[in-house]
């Protein structure tokens, strides 16, 4: 109670106290995110010459890419696209700032004519653009408050219209721009003269070369400060981002022997069938050999549950799983054969029907679109329905009139590939077509004419010809994934948890896992905004972690792996933005050093001054190259070597130059005939071809000398 009544009489000492240590704890976290403290930049993405680009604002139009990409994109990839885009733009908009270029409201009435004049949306009876009906579209679209609405074959809402608007008025001043760029790129008629005479303008050679390689590199010492020297003489060589080391050992949830032979055992009820108890009734599956054609389908598909849908078609023995097909073909009809392992998959194979078919054919086709068919015409307004009757109608035109075929493939076909040829495809095997298209045209003969349904809509078929003929078989296939049981799993967990707890107890990294046989893979030079690591695909988590800046050299940590299982990575070296340490660099370091000390060992044991004598000396060839200029300086016998070339266009006709140390050894070259190049009357020609190549370039290399010199302030590692 004494005790009691002492807290009591100091509470409030103690609540200032407790106060004080809160406060401490918030400065200190404050000063660690400075930004947090100062305002800073925790929702800016990225700033591009002083304009910020927001975070919200980005993710939301990171959301729409990803949507525009399709499934098969990566939140990353979608995110870098943005990014470019929004770095462009701001880049840009520094420029049309400065020449005060901007789009103006009629301008913008012509531009949004251009984009959408062709979508029926903004037509009116004639098919002309109107304009009343895009203003009443973007009117509509703003009351819908962020809902979307279709328009052509998207969905957008009133944001995405805006910044829509936003990307037409940035092209419009980026065309602009760059027609006033490639304005004044213009090569003139002395540029042109230069650029003849670099070409015609020609040298006869003799030459000795001495080549780098007569001296062993075991000969030549590279010290780590020659490494240190040759960085900081060639510094933009070497300037390198931020970039992290690890090493990872990888654990996967692969499927065990056990695993395999278990899903093997159970294909047991498909081959002698089975009677099950499930939910108070007895479910009989029948062996698969004695399941009837027409229920093949809904045995595999269904009783079954094969991980592989029955096709119902010939195919090639060729087609067939190759270490397994003789066995297959050489069934009896009704056959069944298996299980077996084919890739990641058990297998149990019916022989259901042997033909023989043609190895090719020859027809030609009327293709009838309609909307929502796969690569339909933005023309095509005719539905599914209005389609099949049209193909139908065609289809008892050319029955009572085949020679009308071709005028109906030109008036009504939507297959633009085969319209020049009256709809004709020539011979071709049966794997070339979709699979009704071409299940018609190698199952029927020759003279047969129908309409097939495809996903591109509906076809009007005839068969021309078939060449050939062999056997091809209808197989049915019930097909399981081998896939890793819990046991196998609860087994990799085990593994990894071990490795990392071992690694924890002060065991070293790449020991650890040899003595447990594990593979320690190295990956180098990870840069903050990387994706992908060799071997565990996209892992931003372990970049993040990487660069955290608590994490490391010598930290580890086990992560989850897409697809299942782990790995379990560590921090080898953190490797700072700026020159590229000598370790790094010595691989490209090390050889230019040694030719350059090569050089000056060859050098010095040189006393011979002209070509004979060198070739005496040193018991190298006399080389001769004719017609060398200076637009391709190569030399016959050693290749391009600029440097030697340019050295010998300086002399004159007899000349011998000094020793040259050139791209693959040290030269000596004398000048035995110099070829000016004829005089033109007229250099227009050649100054309108520069001037092409240099307006086709210009766009590319004007944005990246912007952007190499904008100032770019790049925050997304914060939040991706």
Do not use: C
């Not at 939140?75 to 789009?103: H, K, P, W």
């Not at 149990?348 to 086709?365: F, G, M, N, W, Y």
């Amino acid at each position: 109670m004494a005790v009691l009544n002492k807290i009591r009489q100091r509470s409030l000492f103690l609540i200032l106290i407790i106060a004080l240590a809160l406060f401490s704890f918030v400065l200190t976290d404050l000063f660690k995110n400075s930004d947090a403290l100062f305002g800073g930049s925790q929702d800016i993405v990225a700033t591009v010459n002083g304009k910020n680009i927001n975070r919200i604002d980005f993710m939301n139009r990171v959301e729409n890419m990803q949507r525009q990409l399709g499934p098969n994109a990566t939140s990353t990839q979608a995110m870098n696209r943005v990014y470019d885009q929004e770095v462009r733009r701001a880049i840009m908009n520094t420029q049309f700032e400065e020449l005060g270029l901007t789009v103006e409201q009629d301008q913008m009435k012509d531009l949004l004519q251009q984009s959408f004049s062709s979508y029926p949306e903004f037509q009116n009876e004639a098919g002309l653009f109107d304009e009343n009906k895009l203003t009443e579209f973007v009117a509509n679209l703003k009351a819908l408050n962020g809902e979307r609405a279709i328009l052509g074959n998207f969905q957008l809402n009133y944001s995405d219209w805006i910044n829509s608007e936003k990307s037409i008025a940035v092209g419009a001043q980026e065309r602009s721009y760059y027609n006033m760029v490639k304005a004044g790129v213009n090569a003139t008629l002395n540029e042109a003269e230069v650029d003849y005479k670099l070409e015609n303008a020609t040298r006869d050679l003799r030459f000795v070369q001495i080549p780098y390689a007569t001296i062993s590199d075991s000969l030549v010492e590279v010290t780590k400060a020659d490494i240190k020297d040759y960085i900081n003489k060639n510094k933009e060589q070497f300037e390198v981002e931020a970039s992290r080391d690890i090493i990872f050992v990888q654990f996967k949830e692969d499927p065990s022997l056990k695993d395999e032979q278990e899903l093997m055992a159970s294909f047991d009820k498909f081959i002698n069938g089975k009677v099950e108890f499930n939910n108070g009734v007895n479910d009989t599956i029948a062996p698969f050999a004695e399941i009837k054609d027409a229920d093949i389908t809904n045995y595999i598909n269904f009783t079954a549950e094969s991980d592989i849908n029955y096709v119902d078609s010939f195919v090639k023995k060729t087609a067939l799983p190759e270490a397994f097909a003789d066995s297959i073909v050489n069934l009896n009809t009704g056959g069944v054969f298996g299980p077996y392992k084919d890739g990641g998959m058990v297998k149990l194979t019916k022989l259901v029907e042997t033909r023989q078919v043609p190895d090719s054919a020859k027809v030609r086709h009327i293709l009838i679109s309609h909307l929502g068919a796969t690569r339909v015409n933005p023309d095509v307004t005719r539905t599914e329905a209005e389609a099949k009757k049209t193909a139908d109608s065609v289809l008892a035109i050319v029955k009572a009139d085949n020679s009308k075929f071709p005028e109906l493939v030109t008036a009504l076909s939507s297959d633009q590939g085969s319209v020049e040829n009256g709809g004709v495809y020539d011979f071709h095997p049966s794997t070339q077509m979709v699979k009704p298209f071409s299940d018609f045209e190698f199952q029927n003969e020759v003279g047969d004419i129908d309409v097939v349904k495809t996903q591109f809509g509906y076809h009007i078929i005839e068969i021309l010809d078939q060449k050939g003929a062999s056997d091809a078989y209808k197989v049915a296939t019930i097909a399981r994934t081998v896939e890793a049981s819990q046991e196998t799993i609860d087994n990799v967990f085990t593994d990894a948890s071990k490795f990392q707890i071992a690694v924890q107890d002060g065991a070293d990294f790449n020991a650890a896992a040899v003595e447990r046989n594990y593979e320690v893979r190295p990956v180098n030079g990870i840069k903050e905004l990387d994706e992908n690591i060799p071997g565990l695909n996209s892992q931003r988590p372990i970049i993040r972690w990487a660069f955290e800046e608590g994490t490391k050299v010598g930290d580890f940590k086990r992560f989850s792996v897409p697809g299942g299982g782990y790995a379990v990575v560590q921090l080898t070296k953190i490797n700072k933005e700026g020159l590229m340490d000598p370790e790094n660099a010595s691989l490209t370091a090390i050889t230019e050093i040694r030719k350059e000390k090569k050089a000056q060992m060859i050098r010095s044991r040189v006393t011979a001054s002209n070509i004979d004598d060198l070739a005496k000396a040193e018991g190298r060839p006399i080389n001769n190259s004719a017609a060398v200029n200076m637009k391709n300086p190569t030399l016959s016998g050693a290749g391009l070597e600029p440097k030697v070339v340019g050295v010998a266009f300086g002399l004159n006709e007899g000349e011998t130059s000094g020793l040259i140390d050139g791209s693959k050894g040290v030269f000596l070259v004398s000048v035995t005939k110099v070829n000016e190049s004829p005089t033109l009357d007229n250099y227009q020609a050649i100054a309108n071809r520069l001037s092409t190549t240099r307006a086709t370039a210009a766009q590319t290399k004007v944005y990246n000398a912007l952007k190499e010199t904008a100032d770019i302030e790049d925050n997304r590692a914060r939040f991706y």
